[in-house]
């Protein structure tokens, strides 16, 4: 069955100046969108994968060295578990995982810092990631189309720092972009059901 573009889980405008409408239309609308039909037109062409899962799509296609499936697919779950980790309603963590994230790093605020260093730092595209590695919160990031799935890594929350996801309303001012969003558009409960283990799976295309 062919994978589909999944619907935002707001409305494209619900984010204002922050997230503009325009960038959904070229994000969600039109690179999202690629990346699903491209998947699809390669699998087309592998009938072993034809009613594969996502997750088991990207993980055949690394284990292929099928690069073109592989990119498609992992920025298919990429970008399906990004517009989950946003929020237009300010959030902030609570119960388990603030305590979590104080535990990893200090503080709320100090968490902050250094995942933005992380995505402001990280060279050309690719995605900045919290991620659960044991009891530990960590911070990280990964390469284009790379993905925490990919490497058997529990995904928590992750910013998109490819251009085309702030060019239009940051033009190259990354730091910007970030700062926004972790203080303005964090989808929270998302990442605390991830620490829980229902959030991520609701990512993945079966």
Same mark, same amino acid.
């Given at each position: 069955?062919?994978?589909?573009?999944?619907?935002?889980?707001?409305?494209?405008?619900?984010?204002?100046?922050?997230?503009?409408?325009? +960038?959904?239309?070229?994000?969600?609308? @039109?690179?999202?969108?690629?990346?699903?039909? @491209?998947?699809? +037109?390669?699998?087309?062409?592998?009938?072993?994968?034809?009613?594969?899962?996502?997750?088991?799509?990207?993980?055949?296609?690394?284990?292929?060295?099928?690069?073109?499936?592989?990119?498609?697919?992992?920025?298919?779950?990429?970008?399906?578990?990004?517009?989950?980790?946003?929020?237009?309603?300010?959030?902030?963590?609570?119960?388990?995982?603030?305590?979590?994230?104080?535990?990893?790093?200090?503080?709320?605020?100090?968490?902050?810092?250094?995942? @933005?260093?992380?995505? +402001?730092?990280?060279?050309?595209?690719?995605?900045?990631?919290?991620?659960?590695?044991?009891?530990?919160?960590?911070?990280?990031?990964?390469?284009?189309?790379? +993905?925490?799935?990919?490497?058997?890594? @529990?995904?928590?929350?992750?910013?998109?720092?490819?251009?085309?996801?702030?060019?239009?309303?940051?033009?190259?001012?990354?730091?910007?972009?970030?700062?926004?969003?972790?203080?303005?558009?964090?989808?929270?409960?998302?990442?605390?059901?991830?620490?829980?283990?229902?959030?991520?799976?609701?990512?993945?295309?079966?």
């Amino acid at each position: 069955m062919p994978f589909i573009l999944p619907e935002l889980p707001y409305d494209k405008s619900a984010f204002g100046d922050l997230i503009s409408a325009e +960038t959904f239309d070229y994000h969600h609308g @039109k690179h999202h969108k690629t990346y699903v039909d @491209k998947t699809n +037109t390669l699998l087309a062409e592998n009938a072993a994968l034809s009613s594969a899962s996502l997750i088991d799509v990207i993980a055949a296609a690394k284990t292929q060295i099928n690069k073109g499936l592989f990119n498609n697919a992992a920025q298919i779950w990429n970008h399906s578990f990004y517009w989950k980790c946003l929020s237009p309603e300010p959030q902030a963590p609570t119960g388990k995982l603030k305590s979590m994230i104080d535990a990893s790093f200090g503080s709320h605020a100090d968490m902050l810092v250094q995942f @933005k260093e992380e995505a +402001t730092r990280h060279f050309a595209s690719g995605w900045a990631w919290m991620i659960l590695d044991g009891e530990t919160l960590k911070i990280t990031s990964l390469h284009d189309a790379d +993905t925490p799935v990919a490497h058997d890594m @529990k995904p928590l929350l992750t910013i998109d720092v490819w251009e085309h996801a702030y060019y239009v309303d940051y033009r190259n001012a990354r730091p910007n972009y970030v700062d926004a969003l972790l203080n303005n558009a964090i989808n929270w409960e998302f990442v605390a059901e991830n620490l829980d283990g229902d959030g991520a799976s609701r990512a993945d295309q079966e």
